[in-house]
């Protein structure tokens, strides 16, 4: 069919042309036809780790040349350093965090009871710091709060993602929602990358499953260690959404249903990704 | 004291080649980037790096602003006697670091 407005000479090979047109927009309405965000199985589940390349994973797998591992012996110091008006450090009410923190963060966020809500670890350190420590909580994604997070997140390395609270059932469903929701001015769904075309190809990267398993962990692109939440704001940025500010209910909604989405699967923190 | 994390073997074999792995926290902040108000954030980056094995220097290296963030260094020696592999990173802000780790060579 000619423009009327500009009309056009049919060229040779303008039919091909247009079957290849044809094809891509067909293509692009089988990709959103295709968000019907079938969960992917549980036994075809995999972490990021298993795509990186073999240096990556080298990285990761040897605490003497993992990044991570430099917050962690930072966390470890803040573990026992005293902090606020109660004088108090961690240690002097949690002890050993090898012994007391084990599987902590693997079922973090949890559900805390006085709040009625899920508070994911940080959350529950600042908790902490405010009500038993009588210090002023630390800043989101700063420093010290990476590094207490990644001493703690260390403590359940290998243990299975933890998520049986029935109490969690309402926030995991609201966190479901944000995860199949297509939004930002890119119109997409997490879901549509990471639960229909996990493994393919977006800007020569792979495309992982998006499992929470490795967090905070060291982002060779950030040049630091990282939470969650700062991989979830880079997503939300990336399909023009607007993301919530750091620790907002919205965050904590999704982590939790990503948590219980990816339940089962093995702590790595702290993982390395590309 | 900045962190940093150092594998050497504990022992090796005389004559053995063996791999020394070391990681330091820096930001290697390059000096080219600036605020949002528009102002140079000042370079910040470690310069050198050197290895000696029982005081004799058996490694050097320069650093510049391309370097990534908490760089790490590898590299492979010969194990010829036990003692002490000292490590030293310098930069700017008179940035200065040392560590040491033994080494029994049988």
Known sequence: ?274 | MARALINVPASAKRGEVIAIRTLISHPMESGFRHTSTGERIPRDIITGFVARYNGEEIFRVELFPAIAANPFVTFNTVATESGTIEFEWSGDNGFSATERRNITVE
């Open chain 1, 1 to 274: 069919m000619k423009s009327a407005r500009f009309p056009q000479p049919m060229k040779p090979g303008a039919t091909a042309r247009r079957a290849v047109a044809v094809a891509i927009v067909m293509g692009l309405m089988i990709w959103s036809g295709a968000a019907s965000n079938a969960e992917i199985p549980l036994a075809e589940r995999r972490s990021g780790y298993e795509e990186m390349r073999p240096e990556t994973r080298a990285m990761q797998d040897d605490d003497t040349s993992n990044p991570g591992m430099l917050w962690v012996l930072d966390g470890e110091a803040l573990w026992q350093r005293k902090a606020g008006a109660a004088g108090r450090a961690c240690a002097d009410c949690h002890g050993d965090a090898t012994q007391s923190m084990r599987g902590v963060a693997a079922r973090h966020p949890a559900f805390d009871a006085k709040r009625g809500a899920p508070v994911d670890l940080a959350g529950r350190i600042n908790i902490c710091r405010t009500e038993q420590q009588n210090a002023p909580p630390l800043t989101l994604e700063g420093r010290d709060m990476l590094a207490l997070s990644a001493f703690v997140t260390l403590q359940s390395r290998g243990m299975p993602i933890e998520s049986n609270d029935e109490r969690l059932k309402p926030f995991i469903e609201a966190g479901r929602r944000q995860f199949t929701e297509q939004q930002g001015q890119l119109n997409l769904s997490c879901a549509q990358c990471h639960d229909d075309n996990w493994g393919q190809k977006l800007a020569g990267n792979t495309i992982p499953q998006g499992h929470p398993t490795g967090y905070p962990l060291y982002r060779l692109e950030w040049q630091s260690l990282g939470s969650l939440q700062r991989r979830l704001r880079n997503c939300l940025t990336g399909i023009r959404a607007e993301a919530p500010p750091l620790g907002a209910a919205e965050h904590i909604a999704l982590e939790t249903f990503l948590m219980w989405r990816a339940r089962g699967m093995k702590m790595e923190s702290p993982a390395v990704r590309p």
